[in-house]
Each structure stands twice: as structure tokens, then as C-alpha cells.
């Protein structure tokens, strides 16, 4: 017949082997997104994707998943010295800067055509020259300086 001390040490083995498994799913089930900071989840196991965006506090999921993270607040780029042609022919050189933020409603869609900021931002620098571009190349000499 089993000795009770041997049963009361694997019952208590098991009751902390449990507590500790239950301790790591809550544990990798928490994210936290900083209050300057939207993100939309996905799920590292089955590669699936929220639909929605979360915003700032901590969020429970399914253990593993993480967010794709976006800045919610205004992000600068800039353009020193920039070069371009006007309507006349003349090269100007620009200093231009502009803004830009993410809606946390088009999230889904920024993330499953550009996959993450990096990229996004690159994108938005590229069609900034470019819509810059197009733009110095309507106005003459004498507009530029007059207005």
C-alpha cells in the first residue's frame, strides 16, 4: 500500500506544475500598447490577424499573440535641400516638411498592404517627393516668390 506522504508530495507536484502552466498562458496571453501606440493582433501560431485596432492599456488574447504597432500619434518627415525643376526651368532647392498620422480604422488595410511602419513610412516619403515634385513643376519663377 502506497505510503500518504508519497500521494501528498505528487498531489502537491502536480498542483504547482498546473499553477506554474497557468501562471505562463495568462502571462504570454497580456500585451500592453503604450498610450502613443495602436496595433492590430495576430496570432504567431495560426498567422491570423485582428480585424480591429486596439488601443493604449493591456490586452488579453490567445497565448502567443502579439500586435503589429503603429505610432497613433503625428510622425514629421522632411525634405532639406530638396531639389526640383519649376515651370520655367530653374532649379529650386525646397525645404518642405508635413505630417501624418495612422487611423486606427484603415489599420487592417495599411497592414495587409504594407506589413509594417517601416515600410509604410517609406512609402509616404516616396509619394511625398513625388506629389512635390509634380507641384514645383507648375508654378514659374516670379510664383514662387511671390507666394
Given amino acids: ?18 499553477v506554474i502552466l497557468i501562471i505562463a498562458l ?13 496595433g492590430i493582433s495576430y496570432n504567431q501560431i495560426s498567422k ?15 497565448p502567443g499573440f502579439s500586435y503589429i504597432e503603429f505610432s497613433s500619434v503625428f510622425k514629421t518627415i522632411s525634405h532639406w535641400g530638396m531639389l526640383c525643376i519649376n515651370k520655367d526651368g530653374v532649379e529650386i532647392s525646397l525645404d518642405i516638411g508635413y505630417q501624418y498620422r495612422i487611423r486606427g480604422q484603415n489599420l487592417f488595410k495599411i497592414v495587409t ?9 517609406q512609402v509616404l516619403t516616396f509619394i511625398g517627393q513625388a506629389a512635390i515634385y509634380d507641384s514645383c513643376k507648375k508654378f514659374n519663377t516670379s510664383q514662387f516668390q511671390s507666394e
Fill in 1 to 18: 500500500m502506497p505510503d500518504d506522504g508519497c500521494i501528498c508530495k505528487v498531489v502537491a507536484g502536480a498542483s504547482l506544475g498546473v
Fill in 26 to 38: 495568462v502571462a504570454s496571453s497580456l500585451q500592453k500598447l503604450n498610450s502613443d501606440e495602436v
Fill in 48 to 62: 491570423v490577424m485582428g480585424e480591429g485596432p486596439h488601443y493604449e492599456g493591456m490586452h488579453m488574447g490567445y
Fill in 113 to 121: 498592404e504594407f506589413r509594417d511602419h517601416e515600410t509604410f513610412s
